[in-house]
C-alpha cells in the first residue's frame, strides 16, 4: 500500500510536467494563476521576496488562507513546511493538500533531519542542489524534487548551477561501470538501490523542476531547455508590474521553449518585471538550508 | 504491408512523454504537437495526454491549437483523451467549483467539446484519492488502471458505447473515431488501449 501510494505520488508529479507553479498569496491571484494557465499554485502567507525583506521565522501558512484558495481553484494546491516539521506536514495532510514542499525558504525546524516522508499518504517536493542531495530527499520519501535556485531574488543564477549540476553528476554516474557504482553510493550518501536506478534510467527516478529565481519568460525557456520538466515561479509574477500577462507568457514560454520567435513575442510590454536583488549581494543564504 | 501510422501527441502540458514512449515500443511513428503549424500535416492519429486540462485547454485556445484539432477530429481522425484529454474532448462538464462558478464559465471556448459525455473533474477528490485498480475493459479483458486526480463519466449521449467502469462510474468510453478514458493507461505497462487507437 505504501508502494502504491509512493508510485500514485511520482505519477502525479508527471502529470505537472510542462507546467509552471504559481506562488499565490489570495485566492483572486490563485484564480489569476489558474485563468492564465498554471498547472498547480502554491499557497503561502507571504512570497519569498517578502519573508526575504520580512526577516525573522517563517512558518506555514495559516490552514484557513489555504482552504481558501482550495476553495477558489480546481488545480492541484501546493504548500510549504518547515525543513523537519512533520506536524507542520500532518497538518497540511489533514487538510488534504494535493502536495508539500519541505522548503527551504522557511526557517527551518530541525538542523539534522528532514520529514520522514514515508510516513505520509500525502506526496512531497524538496528542494536539491546536487545530485546527492536530491536522491537523499527522494530516499526519505519525496517524489518530486526542484532546484533550490535562491528564493526571492529574481537571479536565477543558482537554479542554473544546480540544474547543470545535477545533469553533470546523472550524465557521470550513466558512465560509471556496475562495479563503480558502490563507491558512488558511499560518495553521493545515498542508497546504492538509488544510484543504480539513476545509472539504468540516466534520469531522476522522479520528475525534477526548476525553482528560484526564475521572473521572465526567457528564464522559465532557459530552465526547460537546460533539462527542467517544468518550473516553479514564486516572486517573479506576483511582485511584477502586470503579474496576468507575465504569467500568461511563462506558460506560454514553458510550452514551446524551443520557439525563439514566440518567446520574442511573449516578452514584449509585460510591464516591469521584479527589481530583484543580485544573488551574491544577500545575506540569507537560503539554498544552504538542509543538506 | 500498412504504412506506419504517425501519432500527433499534444505536448504543451502534462504527461506527453509517457504517451510517446508507449507509441514508440508499438513501433508506430509520433510528432509532439506545441503550436498550431504542427498540425499542418503528416499525422494520422490524436493523443490528448492527462495532465491539467484547464492549462492544457487554455493553451490551445492562446495558440490557435483548439479549433484546427476540433476540425480533425470532426474530419474523422481517431483520437485518444486520457484523463485531462477526457476532459478536453467533453461536451459538458458537471463541476462546480468552491467558490460557486461553474466550469462551464471556462469551458466554452477552451474545451474542444467533440464526444457528447458530461465529465466531472477532480471526481474522486485531491491527491489522497487517487488510486490504482484493475476492471474490465470491453474487448480487451482486465486492465490495469491509474487514475490521478482522476474525472469519471457521469452521463453518456447516444451513441456512445461505455467500454469500462469502476465501482459503477462510467471510466472509459468510445463514440465513432474518439476514445477516452479516465485513467492513465500511459502510466501501466500494458499497450492495448494505444493498440486499439492504432487499430482504429
Not at chain 1, 508539500?100 to 510516513?119: N, Q, R
Request: glycine share 10%.
Amino acid at each position: 500500500m505504501a508502494q502504491n501510494r509512493n508510485e500514485l505520488n511520482r505519477q502525479l508529479a508527471q502529470m505537472l510536467k510542462g507546467g509552471v507553479i504559481m506562488d499565490v498569496t489570495t485566492p483572486d491571484q490563485a484564480r489569476i494563476a489558474e485563468a492564465a494557465g498554471a498547472c498547480a499554485v502554491m499557497a503561502l502567507e507571504r512570497i519569498p521576496a517578502d519573508i526575504r525583506a520580512a526577516g525573522g521565522v517563517s512558518r506555514m501558512s495559516d490552514p484557513k488562507m489555504i482552504k481558501g484558495i482550495q476553495q477558489a481553484v480546481s488545480i492541484p494546491i501546493m504548500a510549504k513546511v518547515r525543513i523537519g516539521h512533520f506536524v507542520e506536514a500532518q497538518i497540511l495532510q489533514a487538510i488534504q493538500i494535493d502536495y508539500i514542499d519541505e522548503s527551504e525558504v522557511l526557517t527551518p525546524a530541525d538542523d539534522t533531519y528532514h520529514i520522514d516522508k514515508t510516513a505520509f499518504g500525502v506526496p512531497f517536493v524538496c528542494g536539491a542542489r546536487d545530485l546527492g542531495e536530491a536522491l537523499r530527499r527522494i530516499a526519505e520519501g519525496a517524489t518530486m524534487i526542484r532546484t533550490k535556485g535562491e528564493p526571492g531574488t529574481g537571479d536565477v543564477v543558482q537554479a542554473v548551477r544546480h540544474m547543470r549540476l545535477i545533469n553533470r553528476e546523472i550524465a557521470h554516474v550513466a558512465s560509471l561501470r556496475d562495479d563503480e557504482l558502490f563507491d558512488e553510493a558511499k560518495r553521493l550518501q545515498v542508497p546504492l538501490q538509488l544510484v543504480r536506478e539513476v545509472h539504468d534510467s540516466k534520469r531522476l527516478p522522479v520528475v525534477n523542476f526548476a525553482a528560484g529565481g526564475i521572473a521572465t519568460p526567457a528564464d522559465a525557456a532557459l530552465m526547460m531547455q537546460l533539462g527542467a520538466e517544468g518550473v516553479f515561479v514564486g516572486s517573479g509574477i506576483f511582485k511584477s508590474g502586470n503579474p496576468k500577462k507575465r504569467a500568461e507568457a511563462i506558460v506560454k514560454a514553458v510550452a514551446n521553449y524551443r520557439d525563439a520567435e514566440l518567446i520574442a513575442k511573449l516578452s514584449e510590454d509585460l510591464g516591469e518585471a521584479m527589481v530583484g536583488i543580485n544573488a551574491d549581494e544577500i545575506e540569507l543564504i537560503m539554498e544552504e538550508r538542509g543538506k | 504491408m500498412m504504412a506506419r501510422s504517425k501519432v500527433g501527441i499534444l505536448a504543451v502540458q502534462g504527461a506527453f512523454a509517457e504517451h510517446e514512449a508507449v507509441v514508440r515500443r508499438l513501433g508506430a511513428d509520433f510528432k509532439e504537437l506545441r503550436q498550431a503549424s504542427d498540425l499542418d500535416d503528416g499525422i494520422d492519429r490524436l493523443i490528448l495526454p492527462g495532465g491539467e486540462s484547464t492549462s492544457q485547454g487554455r493553451i490551445l485556445r492562446d495558440l490557435g491549437m483548439l479549433d484546427r484539432i476540433r476540425q480533425l477530429i470532426e474530419s474523422g481522425m481517431p483520437v485518444l483523451g486520457t484523463c485531462a484529454g477526457l476532459i478536453l474532448l467533453a461536451q459538458s462538464i458537471d463541476q462546480i467549483n468552491g467558490d460557486g462558478s461553474t466550469v462551464d464559465e471556462q469551458h466554452n471556448s477552451t474545451w474542444l467539446k467533440t464526444l457528447p459525455v458530461t465529465v466531472r473533474r477532480n471526481a474522486y477528490g485531491r491527491q489522497l484519492g487517487s488510486f490504482h485498480t484493475e476492471a474490465e475493459f470491453a474487448g480487451l479483458g482486465t486492465i490495469p488502471m491509474t487514475f490521478i486526480r482522476a474525472p469519471f463519466i457521469t452521463q453518456v449521449g447516444d451513441g456512445v458505447e461505455t467500454l469500462a467502469e469502476v465501482d459503477g462510474e462510467v471510466v472509459a468510453v468510445r463514440y465513432k473515431n474518439q476514445l477516452g478514458t479516465s485513467f492513465h493507461p500511459e502510466l501501466d505497462d500494458d499497450a492495448r488501449i494505444h493498440q486499439m487507437l492504432l487499430s482504429m
